[in-house]
């Protein structure tokens, strides 16, 4: 276990530094940057190609944040009684460019107002077609007014059933027992935690379906929402933090440097850190 998390440190080390150096070398790089940059990927691959190999499933945990600002009316403008489904209906935030299995997803709400929240039932729809009911029937009829609420497996407690709802994060809360969502929305699972996800591809089109379930009031979820997925991405791609145009652009200048041989002194060097990983897999 040590000899495995030594390894995912040092390659993570030299992911923070190849980040660092990419995105100066987007700019004016001098060819002794460029050089340096050179043998910094080249060292990266060394320690890849043996960590690869011993440990062929690691992958560097990241999270990325994906959102639709469209506000979502509660129920739709012109909806007879004040009920119904939100507009729009559903709200959609399409997820593309992760390669990794889904770890864990987080959902907000920003800017959530409505003069009796206990109205409102939402549900997440992942694109594999999986469903979860993030709030239902909670907050009784007190008004909020902007509030931000994070849904999270993880957090400490439900929203309130009957007592006011203040801006914070929530496991996912259903109190509701009518939860009927009308097409394009699936029939609700029941379900109510986002570790459903676990697991499953994050690319394509995540849907979340609003309803009014009573009459009379109405409310805004004026700031849109959030999607929030930490996926295992491979340890071959481009780092956090770097632009692709950073990338192209960097590997470019790299192409125009003239390779020179290593001296003695840098092949030497080169060739003692290669034995010392490889002293490392022999002693695991």
Not at 104 to 126: E, G, M, Q, R, W
Request: net charge negative.
């Amino acid at each position: 276990m040590v000899l495995r998390e030594n390894f995912i440190q040092s390659v993570a080390n030299m992911e923070d530094a190849l980040t660092n150096a990419l995105n100066a070398a987007s700019g004016n790089a001098t060819p002794s940057e460029l050089e340096r940059l050179l043998k910094l990927i080249i060292k990266k691959e060394i320690v890849l190609e043996f960590l690869l190999d011993e440990f062929p499933d690691l992958c560097r945990v990241t999270t990325s944040t994906f959102s639709n600002t469209t506000p979502i009316l509660i129920p739709a403008e012109g909806s007879e009684f004040d009920e119904g489904p939100a507009a729009p209906y559903p709200s959609s935030v399409n997820v593309s460019g992760l390669t990794g299995a889904v770890q864990k997803v987080t959902v907000t709400f920003n800017n959530l107002s409505h003069t009796y929240p206990a109205d409102i039932s939402a549900l997440l729809v992942a694109p594999d077609g999986q469903d979860t009911i993030l709030m239902s029937t909670a907050g009784g009829g007190n008004d909020i007014n902007n509030v931000t609420l994070t849904f999270d497996d993880d957090a400490p407690t439900l929203l309130p059933e009957f007592d006011q709802i203040t801006s914070g994060t929530y496991q996912p809360t259903n109190y509701g027992v009518f939860d009927t969502y009308p097409p394009p929305a699936p029939t609700p699972s029941g379900n109510t935690e986002l570790s459903i996800y676990d697991n499953t591809a994050p690319n394509g089109t995540w849907n979340l379906y609003i309803i009014d379930q009573f009459q009379a009031d109405v409310g805004v979820m004026a700031g849109g929402w959030e999607l929030s997925i930490t996926s295992c991405e491979p340890l071959g791609s481009v780092p956090n933090g770097v632009p692709q145009s950073n990338v192209e652009n960097a590997a470019h200048q790299v192409e125009q440097v003239e390779s020179k041989p290593l001296t003695e002194e840098e092949q030497s060097q080169k060739q003692e850190k290669i034995d010392y990983i490889k002293k490392l897999k022999s002693e695991q």
